[in-house]
């Protein structure tokens, strides 16, 4: 292990003495004693810059002799140093603009030439009001400007010009400090925007044939010290000292990244990304900065409402009438199941976990609404549930020490954002080198300068069985195995994670795409599962719950997983569902998924929004957003991430009070009926202490794409991209604009089988029919595996689940014409 020196660099700033570790830069030991000096190109996350030239410093250094010589200057006087990329110095002597007249004079000459050409628009600028260069202006610029308007007119560039659909450039308040290009290229991996030209006409530009195509470009905007960079969503929109801040934590994913909620009269104005070292640093992803817009759309669920008797419309009812209308009709539906997704808190998981062993009498309860294989249920209960950052879990400050990551099933940019942009981070700063189990090197793979094991779906398990014995990866020397849900649908894959991690030694750790999944585990959202990771099956584990709850006894029987669910439903073995958060067209198989809720005689729905679900139910629930309802989500490495309430809307209710309404219409009350209350009975189960179940494994199925493949026929491959049509994404059309475009993506010699060698100029379209349907789209050259066709889960129509096939089914692929 490298040693860390301990010593320390010993200087003055302004007379007074300073201890900081070697390496320390002026600006950031000056932040240390509490002298702020001003700047704006300079940002802790950043590699430093020195353009913008506003955080000048004078500097000494001790001579040979002991004497003090200036740095770079004639005798007797100092020449100004930008502190933002000067390195401490043992015995180093610094005076910023609060000791020394001349670098304050130097300084209000630099603040001079920034406003030379900059515009007088502040009451019109998105930045008025929390605008550095504002600020710093008054605080360490002239009193008068000098700039006389008949001695020269000021730059001025039309305006604004789309850097994307997004974020929008207004060029001549721009004072070069090469804060965007820098996050750009160094952080998210995107140099789509640059510096052009020299000199006075040096200005940021982009390319005209690739537009700034990043999932992070909300961050540029963030940290523009000016109003150069806006958001075309935000723009005009509000002032700064008219917004109400509060702290949230994003909701999109399972990164948990914190973020700052702009709101103004009950409505949310803007989000920006807040500030946390442990898990997001300074950046977001744009879905977490600008998808909020759901919550506001025309079909918000406002009141409740049941399905009349004689005309069989749904009708708007009062709560207690909804209570007593669901709780009667699952009472009277011959067994009951409960069937949630990804949106729910974790305090809202518990309820429904508890709901359905309380009220209803069952362990048919299960939050993965997705394609799952019959042993992630095992995988999670025994590698997964109760493993955390407190007590060993891999955490996001293990990526920065990993000497390696393997990803399977596991696309981060696309699935994960703030774990890819640590995961860079690692990459760029400590070497940490990335090996991903995937059909094709991604956008995201090839930012991270990582290894592609190519792989066909289906052939995962053998692919991590391999790298076990593969001395290129080195899993055994400090290695990290980061697996995503998508591994699931292949059998025998979670199997052959866990074993990977047993005999090289490498921390495993599994990275949900949805906020609610891994709070939806350790709140016991499974058929095999109860709260606090205590085995369902576990007679001992079920008195304990059973006892912490007051209730005589929990079922005994097994518990059916989602598949099992809808099956049953279909079949007639079960009566009623209770659903919550579950989109059909996300399900395994959507059109399965809507014959059940077709065939089941009574359905409860609690959701934000109308979706396809609605004209089945016959009792439908609003249920509070994140910005109404406190609550919790857990990130994939365990991490508890609490909010608070924002508004306190009166026309909806979070799922924990809903669900303790009918409880206590069907004589089993939940013992709960606020977010407080559950938080506290949770802390009081507690996680089980007894023995964990292992994982008795499955066997794997036979690689797909092993046999030759049929004329035309194909092997499927998807994940959702970033940005897709997710209904929590609706409402922001400039956000959804700036998304990827969709394209199939085939391999060269598939491509030139297909459709003819790839032409330049020229793009071919093809048509991918599986056994539900067909989807069109440009076709897209990439080092896939022959015989594997890739597309994007959600981007175009319904769905590829929906519309064409299952994940690794096979496919048919032809030329569509132009």
């Known amino acids: 292990m490298t040693q860390v020196s301990t010593e320390l660099v010993n200087l003055t700033i302004d007379g007074v003495a300073v201890s900081v570790p070697p390496g320390t830069l002026v600006i950031r030991a000056a932040e240390q004693i509490g002298v702020q000096i001003p700047r704006f190109c300079d940002h802790p996350l950043l590699a430093p810059a020195g353009a913008c030239r506003q955080c000048l410093v004078e500097v000494a250094l001790p001579g040979p002799d002991g004497s003090m010589r200036q740095m770079q200057g004639p005798p007797g ?4 140093q930008a502190s933002c990329t000067l390195v401490v110095s043992e015995g180093m002597e610094v005076r910023t603009q609060l000791t020394s007249p001349d670098i304050d004079k130097a300084q209000q000459g630099v603040m001079e030439q ?3 050409n900059h515009p007088l628009d502040c009451p019109v600028c998105d930045k008025g009001g929390e605008c550095p260069l504002q600020n710093q202006a008054m605080s360490n610029g002239r009193g008068e400007s000098r700039f006389s308007a008949q001695g020269g007119v000021k730059r001025t560039y039309p305006k604004p010009i789309n850097i994307s659909a997004q974020v929008l450039l207004d060029r001549e308040r721009c004072i070069l400090c090469a804060r965007c290009t820098r996050f750009s290229q160094e952080i998210a991996g995107d140099p789509f925007i640059a510096l052009i030209e020299r000199g006075a006409l040096q200005q940021v530009g982009i390319y005209e044939r690739e537009p700034f195509e990043s999932y992070f470009a909300g961050n540029t905007v963030q940290i523009c010290p000016v109003g150069a960079l806006t958001s075309a969503d935000y723009r005009f929109r509000s002032r700064p000292f008219d917004l109400v801040s509060s702290p949230s934590v994003a909701e999109h994913d399972a990164c948990g990244a914190a973020i700052r909620v702009d709101h103004r009269r009950g409505k949310v104005m803007r989000r920006l990304a ?12 744009d879905k977490d900065r600008y998808a909020f817009a759901y919550a506001r759309q025309a079909d918000r669920l406002t009141h409740p409402q049941v399905r009349d008797a004689d005309t069989g419309e749904l009708r708007p009812a009062s709560w207690p009438e909804a209570f007593a209308v669901a709780a009667r009709g699952l009472a009277g539906a011959g067994g009951s199941a409960v069937l949630t997704g990804g949106r729910l808190t974790a305090e809202d998981a518990y309820a429904y976990a508890k709901f359905a062993r309380v009220a209803l009498g069952t362990h048919d309860i299960d939050f993965r609404a997705r394609p799952h294989s019959a042993e992630e249920a095992d995988f999670l209960a025994s590698e997964v549930v109760l493993t955390s950052h407190e007590d060993g879990g891999v ?3 293990d990526l920065e020490r990993a000497s390696v990551v393997v990803l399977a099933g596991l696309e981060p940019e696309d699935e994960a954002g703030t774990l890819f942009l640590r995961l860079r981070k690692a990459v760029k700063q400590h070497g940490t080198r990335v090996v991903s189990v995937a059909p094709y090197t991604s956008r995201g793979l090839a930012k991270l300068d990582g290894r592609l094991v190519r792989t066909a779906p289906g052939a995962e398990a053998e692919a991590l069985r391999e790298l076990a014995h593969d001395g290129e990866v080195a899993l055994d020397g400090g290695g990290l195995l980061l697996v ?6 292949t059998p025998g894959a979670l199997t052959a994670a866990a074993e990977l991690s047993r005999t090289t030694g490498a921390r495993l750790a599994w990275v949900p795409r949805r906020a609610g999944d891994r709070g939806a585990v350790e709140a016991g959202c499974l058929p095999t599962l109860l709260p606090g990771g205590r085995p369902a099956a576990d007679a001992a584990a079920r008195v304990d719950l059973a006892t912490a709850w007051g209730v005589e006894q929990l079922p005994t029987g097994p518990g059916r997983d989602g598949d099992a669910i809808v099956a049953a439903l279909a079949a007639g073995e079960l009566g009623g569902l209770v659903v919550g958060g579950v989109d059909p067209d996300d399900t395994a198989d959507p059109a399965a998924f809507r014959e059940a809720l077709g065939r089941a005689r009574f359905v409860v729905q609690l959701e934000l929004r109308a979706t396809d679900v609605t004209p089945y139910a016959d009792v439908v629930l609003p249920v509070a957003p994140v910005t109404d309802k406190a609550g919790t989500f857990v990130t994939w490495d365990g991490r508890t991430r609490a909010f608070e309430q924002v508004f306190a809307n009166p026309g909806s209710l979070p799922d924990l009070r809903v669900l303790a309404g009918i409880a206590e219409e069907l004589g089993a009350p939940l013992g ?13 189960v507690g996680p089980w202490d007894g023995e964990r179940p292992a994982l008795a494994g499955t066997a794997p199925a036979p690689t797909a794409g092993a046999s030759e493949p049929a004329p035309g026929a194909m092997r499927l491959a998807t994940w959702k991209q970033l940005v897709d049509l997710g209904s929590m994404q609706d409402g922001e059309s400039a956000y959804r604009a700036a998304g990827r475009r969709a394209v199939a993506r085939l391999s060269a010699t598939d491509h030139e089988r297909i459709l003819g060698p790839v032409a330049d100029g020229v793009v071919a379209r093809v048509e991918v029919t599986g056994d539900r349907g067909s989807v069109v789209l440009p076709a897209e050259v990439a080092d896939l595996p022959d015989g594997v066709v890739w597309l994007p889960a959600r981007s175009v129509g319904r769905g590829v689940l929906a519309d064409v ?6 496919v048919t692929v032809k030329g569509a014409g132009e």
Do not use: C, Q
């Not at 006087?77 to 100004?80: A, D, T």
């Open 672 to 684: 709960f009926r606020t977010v407080e209350e559950v938080r506290r009975e949770m802390a009081a």
């Open 114 to 116: 920034l406003l030379i």
């Open 484 to 489: 995503g849900e998508r591994l699931a649908a």
């Open 77 to 80: 006087r100092m020449k100004p």
């Open 805 to 810: 096939a299952s994940p690794g089914s096979t």
């Open 274 to 285: 807040g500030h946390d070292a442990d898990v997001n640093e300074e950046w977001i992803t």
């Open 395 to 397: 955490t996001y400050a």
